[in-house]
């Protein structure tokens, strides 16, 4: 089992930045693929970003791409969301998840897939 815990959401402005973790605790980080999701009022959550158990292979949503950078440090148990550029419409509660992967290169879209889930943040991007 691993429990995660999202921190670094906030208000920001149309163009700003701002980096959302999340911290894993419970069994060892770098078995698990992690992933970014987001929700919005009123929408259902959607894929933003993942990557695989080591960080190398990534993949985005397009409405991100070139914005938002997905990192992880294995030292520390944590996963990044870096972000960039920020819109508006990139305003939700962003969520981190784990899906533990026999394969070190695979990295997971799908929400049903992963296993565990964090509290999420809040982010919000003013005009």
């Known amino acids: 089992q691993v429990q995660l815990v999202e921190s670094g959401g906030g208000l920001v402005q149309a163009g700003g930045s701002l980096r959302v973790s999340c911290a894993a605790s419970g069994r060892a980080f770098s078995t698990y693929a992690m992933g970014w999701f987001r929700q919005a009022p009123g929408k259902e959550r959607e894929f933003v970003a993942a990557?695989?158990?080591?960080?190398?292979?990534?993949a985005y949503t397009d409405s991100v791409k070139g914005r938002f950078t997905i990192s992880r440090d294995n030292d520390k148990n944590t996963v990044y969301l870096e972000m960039n550029s920020l819109k508006p419409e990139d305003t939700a509660a962003y969520y981190c998840?784990?899906?533990?992967?026999?394969?070190?290169?695979?990295?997971?879209?799908?929400?049903?897939?992963?296993?565990?889930w964090g509290q999420g943040t809040q982010v919000t991007v003013s005009s």
């Open positions: 990557c695989s158990r080591s960080g190398y292979s990534t």
């Open positions: 998840a784990a899906k533990e992967s026999l394969v070190a290169s695979n990295y997971y879209t799908l929400s049903s897939i992963y296993d565990y």
